[in-house]
Nanobody, 117 residues
Framework: EVQLVESGGGQVQPGGSLRLSCAAS??????????MSWVRQAPGKPLEWVST???????SYADSVKGRFTISRENAKNTLYLQLNSLKTEDTAIYYC?????????RGQGTQVTVSS
C-alpha cells in the first residue's frame, strides 16, 4: 500500500520560509524510479499543481511559485522536499505530495501552510 506522509507545514508571516517533507513507502518499485510532485489546494479553490521532480532530478514549477519554491528529493531516504521561500498570503493552502506527475491522484493527507501577518 502506497503511503505518503507530509510534514513541515505551519503558520508563517509573509516573506517567511518553510520546508515541507514527504516520507514515501509502499511503492511497487524503488522510490527513485518515480517522478514526484507537490500540489496544493487553497480554500474554495481547485487543486493546483506546484512542482514536479523527475527520476533524473529535472525540476519544473508553476509560474506562481517559480523562483521562490525549490523541490528536491533524497532517494536514499525515500523522501521528497519542498522549500518554500518568500511566502505570500496567496500561498496559503493544504500542500500534498503526489506519486507521479501533475495529474496523479495518489497523494498523501496533506500539510497545512498558512501565511498571514
Amino acid at each position: 500500500e502506497v503511503q505518503l506522509v507530509e510534514s513541515g507545514g505551519g503558520q508563517v508571516q509573509p516573506g517567511g520560509s518553510l520546508r515541507l517533507s514527504c516520507a514515501a513507502s509502499g511503492f511497487a518499485f524503488a522510490f527513485s524510479m518515480y517522478p514526484m510532485s507537490w500540489v496544493r489546494q487553497a480554500p474554495g479553490k481547485p487543486l493546483e499543481w506546484v512542482s514536479t521532480i523527475s527520476r533524473t532530478f529535472i525540476t519544473s514549477y508553476a509560474d506562481s511559485v517559480k523562483g521562490r519554491f525549490t523541490i528536491s528529493r533524497e532517494n536514499a531516504k525515500n523522501t521528497l522536499y519542498l522549500q518554500l521561500n518568500s511566502l505570500k498570503t496567496e500561498d496559503t493552502a493544504i500542500y500534498y505530495c503526489a506519486q507521479g506527475g501533475a495529474q496523479s491522484d495518489i497523494r498523501g493527507q496533506g500539510t497545512q501552510v498558512t501565511v498571514s501577518s
